[in-house]
């Protein structure tokens, strides 16, 4: 008999969670509690309040939360403040998304009496170490119960005769094979893994891809956004302001519509092994080339410069499941510091596949000074002369190296 009562589980309604719902209590015979996270991924979730009903669960243990503006707003938007990419190419959206829901499950566990959560993730993945991280710095004492680590259904047949034989609702595209893919998807990205994709030689099939179209297909002519930045957010698109979460959706929309943000990626991943990967993030490679324009006229050139040391580790903490660690919020409270100044425009033009900045301007804070920048006469304001000095005290060093190594020859 287990000593766990009551277990918080992530659940999507998907088979893989629904096994989860019915091993959890038939081996530790404790009560389940699901929880369902809205973060934009575009399917439907009633089914799963249904689902689990069908499964034994009480409807007061059933939570199904609309997190998309917090998900944006707390957690993406900061993200790009740091300009994050992981191995300079992967915008993060599925390591984002995990913080989140950690943070709603030791919630809801707090508000339920629950002694333990519990998750999906494989013991292959780079998941159940972002869960379990973001569970233990909320709650260090919590329990947590990780199936694909304990039981032996570690195949789609074995978790399909499970299913029959307890009677849990199989969806017809289970049946017939289902998707060739493992698929993740929020407001941010949707992620394609497995099957086809594990052979890196192999490339995508054009049907594989959901969000966006291929850049041959986008239209032939241009579309041009004007981006509004407030403290280093996004805060409105062509003038019109729009909550955080509608405005990722409106740049997905029209990157998608311009075959912008398609990445095929083998990233190494935090359990050791390399994993290929394709993700669709549309609105993000909109949003973070656009933050980077504006910040290009409005950060110090030092700051700058350190904002771009800093950000490999920044984005390496996020990918490793450390946003709720101290460093990361310390990193934090740097760059949020550093966006004080970031508010102006940026104008962008979407087309076939490239975003393109055609202008920038911040009426308060922009450090482009154009009397000192120009190629003609600037009337005093930049002493040419100055230069010399400066680069013969920076070649100082060389040239005292080089005098020593023509005496030793």
Not at 143 to 162: F, G, N, Q, T, V
Not at 290 to 303: C, K, M, N, P, Q
Not at 337 to 343: K, L, R
């Amino acid at each position: 008999m287990s000593d766990i009562k009551k277990v918080v589980l992530a659940y999507s309604g998907g088979l893989d969670t629904s096994v989860i719902l019915k091993w959890l209590q038939d081996v530790y015979q404790c009560e389940v509690v699901t929880f369902t996270a809205d973060l934009g991924q575009g399917e439907e979730l009633e089914p799963a309040r249904a689902k689990a009903v069908q499964l034994g669960i009480k409807p007061e243990n059933i939570f199904i939360d609309d997190l998309r503006e917090e998900f944006v707003r707390d957690f993406v938007f900061p993200m790009f403040r740091a300009n994050s990419i992981y191995e300079g190419e992967y915008l993060l959206g599925t390591s984002i998304a995990r913080p989140l829901i950690a943070k709603r499950m030791i919630e809801i566990a707090n508000l339920t009496g629950a002694d333990a959560v519990s998750h999906g993730a494989t013991g292959k993945g780079n998941d159940q170490v972002r869960f379990e991280l973001g569970a233990y710095a909320l709650k260090p004492g919590v329990k947590i119960i990780a199936p694909w680590r304990e039981w032996d259904l570690l195949s789609r047949e074995k978790l399909l005769a499970y299913a029959e034989k307890n009677g849990i609702p199989i969806e017809m595209k289970h049946k017939q094979g289902g998707s060739p893919y493992s698929m993740d998807a929020n407001l941010l990205h949707i992620s394609y893994e497995g099957r086809h994709l594990e052979d890196p030689a192999a490339e995508a099939e054009e049907s594989m891809w959901r969000w966006t179209v291929s850049p041959e297909a986008a239209p032939d002519q241009a579309e041009y956004l004007d981006l509004q930045f407030e403290k280093g957010d996004l805060v409105s698109i062509n003038g019109e302001r729009m909550p955080a979460h509608t405005l990722l959706a409106k740049l997905n929309e029209l990157g998608g519509k311009h075959g912008i943000g398609r990445l095929d990626l083998v990233e190494n991943r935090y359990v050791g092994m390399k994993s290929r990967g394709c993700y669709e993030t549309p609105g993000g490679t909109i949003l973070l080339r656009a933050h980077r324009a504006i910040e290009s006229i409005t950060l110090d050139r030092e700051v700058a410069h350190l904002k771009d040391d800093l950000m490999p580790r920044y984005a390496s903490l996020i990918y490793n499941g450390y946003w709720w660690s101290p460093e990361r919020r310390a990193l934090q409270v740097l760059i949020d510091h550093t966006q004080a100044s970031v508010n102006g425009w940026v104008r962008i033009k979407l087309y076939k596949g490239n975003v393109i900045v055609t202008g920038r301007d911040s009426k308060t804070d922009s450090l482009f000074d154009s009397t000192i920048a120009t190629f003609e006469d600037d009337a005093g304001a930049y002493d040419q002369k100055d230069a010399g000095g400066f680069i013969k005290l920076n070649a100082l060093r060389m040239r005292i190296a080089a005098n020593l190594a023509s005496r030793k020859s």
